[in-house]
Nanobody
Framework: QVQPVESGGGLVQTGGSLRLSCVVP????????VAWFRQAPGKAREFVAANSQRSGSTLYADSVKGRFTISRDNAKNTMILQMNSLKPEDSAVYYCAASGTVITAQLRSQSAYGYWGQGTQVTVSS
């Protein structure tokens, strides 16, 4: 069982930045699609960003496009979400997800990912 481990959440003021990291302990990590989702209190979990090296695809939710960047360091089995120009509406629990089998058309879908991190809280104060 692959258990991703996240780090990097915290409290930041509006306009600030945070960097989330997620280590995926899987020897085939470079072939995995990776993604970030988030869930605010009282709301459904939503897609934030995804990357698949196999298909060369990087996707973002419209709400974070231009502010967030997803990247990966395959040598360290790590996926990263750099979040800039943060807004109070970005406050949520952020989850990393990974899958060795997801296809490009499914990258935004939670059900496509079999491995999930425990979640890390991001709070943006106004």
């Amino acid at each position: 069982q692959v258990q991703p481990v996240e780090s990097g959440g915290g409290l930041v003021q509006t306009g600030g930045s945070l960097r989330l990291s997620c280590v995926v302990p899987e020897v085939s990590f470079r072939r995995y699609a990776v993604a970030w989702f988030r869930q605010a209190p009282g709301k459904a979990r939503e897609f934030v960003a995804a990357n698949s090296q196999r298909s060369g695809s990087t996707l973002y939710a419209d709400s974070v496009k231009g502010r967030f960047t997803i990247s990966r360091d395959n040598a360290k089995n790590t996926m990263i979400l750099q979040m800039n120009s943060l807004k109070p509406e970005d406050s949520a629990v952020y989850y990393c997800a990974a899958s060795g089998t997801v296809i490009t058309a499914q990258l935004r879908s939670q059900s496509a990912y079999g491995y999930w991190g425990q979640g890390t809280q991001v709070t943006v104060s106004s």
